[in-house]
């Protein structure tokens, strides 16, 4: 089973900001790694599926980088909606795992 | 508009039985698998099993493998998860989701309680 590290595992940021996050495989994912932001309460949400593919209705903000083994989630510039937990997911094997998530919280 | 409106769920004692349903709607359900994901209370999510298409194919997570059905009706655009032999473990909130390993629409959960 491929196991995603996430870190930090909480980041403590202000609005207009830059975000980096960060996932890591235990071995090769090639580019079959998405990232899903969730709030509390709600159902996660996609935002970037293949590494860098922005889902539907996803503000350019949201970019997503990396290759094999290493991967990042950037946030350019922090809107007070964009606080939430993150988790990366790979697709490559199954079964289909997620990272441990990371806490995105307001400074 | 895409729904995927759940049912089921709720209190069952360890060893017990539950069924969840998925009523899926605004997309043709037959062109797309569909997953069960959880969320533990507090805790990430994990994928625990998916089907193809037509219902031949299923993969579970090994945790519940053995003890968790995946189904579909394709007439009733409707995607289920039977579950068995409950622990406390599987203590959790579902989420059904439209495709087979990504996930662009999701249910709105339904918490599992196993607990004597």
């Known amino acids: 089973e491929i196991v995603l590290t996430q870190s930090p595992a909480t980041l403590s940021l202000s609005p207009g900001e830059r975000a980096t996050l960060s996932c890591r495989a235990s071995?090769?994912?090639?580019?079959?790694l998405g990232w899903y932001q969730q709030k509390p309460g709600q159902a996660p949400r996609l935002l970037i599926y293949?590494?860098?593919n922005r889902a539907s209705d996803i503000p350019a903000r949201f970019s997503g980088s990396g290759s094999g083994t290493d991967f990042t989630l950037t946030i350019s510039s922090l809107e007070p909606e964009d606080f939430a937990v993150f988790y990366c997911?790979?697709?490559?094997?199954?079964?289909?795992?997620f990272g441990q998530g990371t806490k995105l919280e307001i400074k | 508009e895409v729904q995927l409106v759940q049912s089921g769920g709720g209190l069952v004692q360890p060893g017990g039985s539950l069924r969840l349903s998925c009523a899926a709607s605004?997309?043709?359900?037959?062109?797309?698998?569909m997953s069960w994901v959880r969320q533990a209370p507090g805790k990430g999510l994990e994928h625990v099993a998916n089907?193809?298409?037509?219902?031949?194919?299923?993969y579970y997570v090994d945790s519940v493998k053995g003890r968790f059905t995946i189904s579909r009706d394709n007439a009733k655009n409707s995607l289920y998860l039977q579950m068995n032999s409950l622990r406390v473990e599987d203590t959790a909130v579902y989420y059904c989701?439209?495709?087979?390993?990504?996930?662009?629409?999701w249910g709105q959960g339904t918490l599992v309680t196993v607990s004597s």
């Open positions: 293949d590494t860098s």
């Open positions: 089907v193809n298409l037509d219902g031949s194919e299923e």
């Open positions: 605004g997309f043709t359900f037959t062109n797309y698998w």
């Open positions: 989701a439209r495709g087979g390993a990504r996930f662009h629409y």
């Open positions: 997911q790979q697709r490559y094997n199954w079964p289909y795992s």
């Open positions: 071995q090769s994912v090639g580019s079959y």
